[in-house]
């Protein structure tokens, strides 16, 4: 009788982290990042986007090979994102290829691509804390 007990009570906290789990992913979203284009047409689409906290960013590169790169020192730049936020650096992405980034801090993070960046691929998202996690 004790062992159905104990089953049963394992079986209910299961399920309410479970519940709460979904909750919070309700609550964030995706927001997709385009990269298309090669050479001085490589763009990001949208250039310039508003996101909320615990948004999750993701790029897809549709068309040549690109980078998301932060501007930061890590990167060999001056300081463009948040001085609490994480560097970045994708590294080459191909064409079908993603690559995820969440931010944890708000701010505005200017970014640029490696291989196009003097021929002005160059993007910028800005985050803002969302009221739901105030
Ligand atoms: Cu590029």
Redesign the pocket.
Known sequence: MKLIVLHITLLVLTVSGLYAQNNQNAEADTVTIR?V??MEN??FVPAEADIQKGDLLRFVVEE????VTAYHPDNRRELGIPESAESFDSDLLQKGQEWFYRPNVTGEYNYF?????R?G?KGKFTVRSSDKNN
């Open positions: 990269i284009g090669s490589s763009r040549g090979i690109h980078t691509c490696r291989p196009h960046e021929m691929h």
